[in-house]
Protein backbone atom coordinates (compact mmCIF):
# COMPACT_ATOMS: atom_id res chain seq x y z
CA UNK A 1 0.00 0.00 0.00
CA UNK A 2 1.52 3.52 -1.06
CA UNK A 3 0.08 7.14 0.21
CA UNK A 4 1.33 10.12 -1.48
CA UNK A 5 0.31 13.57 0.38
CA UNK A 6 2.03 16.14 -2.11
CA UNK A 7 2.42 19.92 -1.22
CA UNK A 8 4.11 22.61 -3.62
CA UNK A 9 7.97 21.32 -4.19
CA UNK A 10 7.54 18.37 -1.66
CA UNK A 11 5.56 15.45 -0.77
CA UNK A 12 5.04 12.29 1.49
CA UNK A 13 5.52 8.55 0.56
CA UNK A 14 4.20 6.64 3.00
CA UNK A 15 4.07 2.87 2.09
CA UNK A 16 4.05 -0.87 4.15
CA UNK A 17 7.75 -2.51 3.65
CA UNK A 18 9.34 -6.06 4.25
CA UNK A 19 13.16 -5.32 4.36
CA UNK A 20 15.92 -7.87 4.58
CA UNK A 21 19.09 -6.42 4.74
CA UNK A 22 21.74 -8.25 2.92
CA UNK A 23 24.75 -6.82 5.47
CA UNK A 24 23.05 -6.33 8.89
CA UNK A 25 24.86 -4.68 11.62
CA UNK A 26 24.84 -6.68 15.09
CA UNK A 27 21.89 -7.10 16.37
CA UNK A 28 19.62 -6.64 12.81
CA UNK A 29 19.67 -9.43 11.54
CA UNK A 30 16.86 -11.15 10.10
CA UNK A 31 13.94 -9.68 8.18
CA UNK A 32 12.21 -6.41 8.74
CA UNK A 33 8.42 -5.08 8.70
CA UNK A 34 7.02 -1.88 9.18
CA UNK A 35 6.00 1.27 7.92
CA UNK A 36 8.50 3.60 5.97
CA UNK A 37 7.75 7.49 5.41
CA UNK A 38 10.08 9.26 2.84
CA UNK A 39 9.92 13.14 2.84
CA UNK A 40 10.69 13.53 -1.42
CA UNK A 41 10.86 16.30 -3.85
CA UNK A 42 8.17 17.01 -6.04
CA UNK A 43 8.91 17.51 -9.86
CA UNK A 44 6.02 18.91 -12.24
CA UNK A 45 6.91 17.50 -15.47
CA UNK A 46 6.13 18.86 -19.12
CA UNK A 47 2.33 18.25 -20.50
CA UNK A 48 2.38 15.67 -22.45
CA UNK A 49 -0.72 16.79 -24.91
CA UNK A 50 -3.08 19.36 -25.24
CA UNK A 51 -3.43 22.42 -21.93
CA UNK A 52 -6.14 19.81 -20.98
CA UNK A 53 -3.78 16.68 -20.53
CA UNK A 54 -2.83 15.59 -17.49
CA UNK A 55 0.37 16.31 -16.12
CA UNK A 56 3.11 14.13 -15.28
CA UNK A 57 4.31 14.69 -11.55
CA UNK A 58 7.51 12.84 -10.69
CA UNK A 59 7.93 11.62 -6.93
CA UNK A 60 11.86 12.56 -7.09
CA UNK A 61 15.04 12.12 -4.30
CA UNK A 62 14.21 12.02 -0.66
CA UNK A 63 15.06 14.41 2.08
CA UNK A 64 14.65 12.28 5.29
CA UNK A 65 13.26 8.68 5.81
CA UNK A 66 11.76 7.26 9.31
CA UNK A 67 11.08 3.35 9.20
CA UNK A 68 8.70 1.78 11.62
CA UNK A 69 10.31 -1.00 11.56
CA UNK A 70 9.84 -4.41 14.13
CA UNK A 71 11.80 -7.49 13.52
CA UNK A 72 9.58 -10.41 11.70
CA UNK A 73 10.66 -12.85 14.27
CA UNK A 74 9.97 -10.62 17.49
CA UNK A 75 6.55 -9.55 18.93
CA UNK A 76 4.51 -7.68 16.67
CA UNK A 77 4.17 -4.08 17.92
CA UNK A 78 8.01 -3.88 19.10
CA UNK A 79 8.95 -1.41 16.75
CA UNK A 80 12.53 -2.45 17.85
CA UNK A 81 14.26 -1.50 14.54
CA UNK A 82 12.43 1.74 14.62
CA UNK A 83 14.53 4.08 13.15
CA UNK A 84 14.81 7.61 10.78
CA UNK A 85 17.75 9.00 8.89
CA UNK A 86 18.09 11.91 9.45
CA UNK A 87 19.99 13.10 6.44
CA UNK A 88 20.21 11.36 2.53
CA UNK A 89 22.65 11.67 -0.08
CA UNK A 90 21.41 11.64 -3.49
CA UNK A 91 19.00 8.50 -3.32
CA UNK A 92 21.37 7.02 -0.30
CA UNK A 93 20.34 7.05 3.29
CA UNK A 94 22.35 8.10 6.10
CA UNK A 95 23.19 5.78 8.99
CA UNK A 96 20.16 4.67 10.71
CA UNK A 97 19.39 6.49 14.50
CA UNK A 98 17.74 4.98 17.04
CA UNK A 99 15.94 7.06 19.56
CA UNK A 100 14.08 5.17 22.36
CA UNK A 101 11.15 7.49 22.18
CA UNK A 102 10.96 6.95 18.96
CA UNK A 103 10.30 3.72 19.33
CA UNK A 104 8.37 4.03 22.35
CA UNK A 105 6.14 6.93 20.89
CA UNK A 106 6.48 6.84 17.11
CA UNK A 107 3.36 8.71 15.68
CA UNK A 108 3.73 11.22 18.47
CA UNK A 109 7.52 11.80 17.76
CA UNK A 110 6.80 11.34 13.69
CA UNK A 111 3.93 13.86 13.99
CA UNK A 112 6.23 16.41 16.10
CA UNK A 113 8.61 15.96 13.34
CA UNK A 114 6.43 16.95 10.41
CA UNK A 115 4.94 20.42 12.41
CA UNK A 116 8.61 21.25 12.06
CA UNK A 117 9.65 20.52 8.53
CA UNK A 118 11.71 23.74 8.94
CA UNK A 119 13.73 21.75 11.87
CA UNK A 120 13.93 18.38 9.71
CA UNK A 121 15.89 20.39 6.65
CA UNK A 122 18.03 21.93 9.33
CA UNK A 123 19.36 18.90 10.58
CA UNK A 124 19.08 17.02 6.94
CA UNK A 125 21.47 19.74 6.00
CA UNK A 126 19.04 21.60 3.00
CA UNK A 127 18.32 24.30 2.88
CA UNK A 128 15.22 25.86 3.92
CA UNK A 129 14.46 27.75 0.16
CA UNK A 130 13.97 24.23 -1.35
CA UNK A 131 10.88 24.51 0.22
CA UNK A 132 7.91 27.05 0.22
CA UNK A 133 5.72 28.56 2.59
CA UNK A 134 3.02 26.62 1.02
CA UNK A 135 5.19 23.36 2.03
CA UNK A 136 5.34 24.08 5.23
CA UNK A 137 1.85 25.60 5.94
CA UNK A 138 0.59 22.35 3.94
CA UNK A 139 2.47 19.40 6.01
CA UNK A 140 1.35 21.12 9.12
CA UNK A 141 -2.30 21.14 8.16
CA UNK A 142 -2.15 17.72 6.69
CA UNK A 143 -0.03 16.10 9.24
CA UNK A 144 -2.63 14.47 11.31
CA UNK A 145 -4.29 12.80 7.94
CA UNK A 146 -0.79 11.88 7.11
CA UNK A 147 -0.79 10.09 10.92
CA UNK A 148 -3.99 8.71 10.41
CA UNK A 149 -2.38 7.08 7.21
CA UNK A 150 0.98 5.71 8.91
CA UNK A 151 -1.82 4.39 11.70
CA UNK A 152 -3.98 1.99 8.87
CA UNK A 153 -1.01 0.74 7.66
CA UNK A 154 0.32 -0.03 10.68
CA UNK A 155 -2.93 -1.45 11.67
CA UNK A 156 -2.61 -4.02 8.38
CA UNK A 157 1.08 -4.92 9.54
CA UNK A 158 -0.42 -5.94 13.06
CA UNK A 159 -3.03 -7.81 11.06
CA UNK A 160 -0.36 -9.28 8.55
CA UNK A 161 -2.23 -8.11 5.54
CA UNK A 162 0.79 -5.76 5.05
CA UNK A 163 4.82 -6.06 5.75
CA UNK A 164 4.56 -9.57 3.99
CA UNK A 165 6.92 -10.88 1.93
CA UNK A 166 7.46 -10.44 -1.61
CA UNK A 167 5.35 -13.33 -3.72
CA UNK A 168 8.68 -14.80 -5.50
CA UNK A 169 6.18 -16.09 -8.05
CA UNK A 170 5.43 -12.55 -9.13
CA UNK A 171 6.39 -9.16 -9.68
CA UNK A 172 5.12 -6.07 -8.70
CA UNK A 173 4.84 -2.72 -8.13
CA UNK A 174 4.52 -2.93 -4.59
CA UNK A 175 8.04 -4.61 -3.74
CA UNK A 176 9.64 -1.23 -5.10
CA UNK A 177 7.48 1.41 -3.84
CA UNK A 178 9.50 2.90 -0.88
Given at each position: MLYLFGFDRIGVAVSDIYFVDPNPIKGQEGAERGVRLELRRLEPGELKGS????????????????????????????????????SVKGWEPGRRVFDERLSKEPLKWLGERLVDLEGVLDEAGVARDEVSPADVAGLRQRTPEILEAVGRLLDGIRSGELGTPPDPETTSLRESWL
Open positions: IYSARPIGVDRPIWRIDLLESVDGPVGSFDRTHHHP
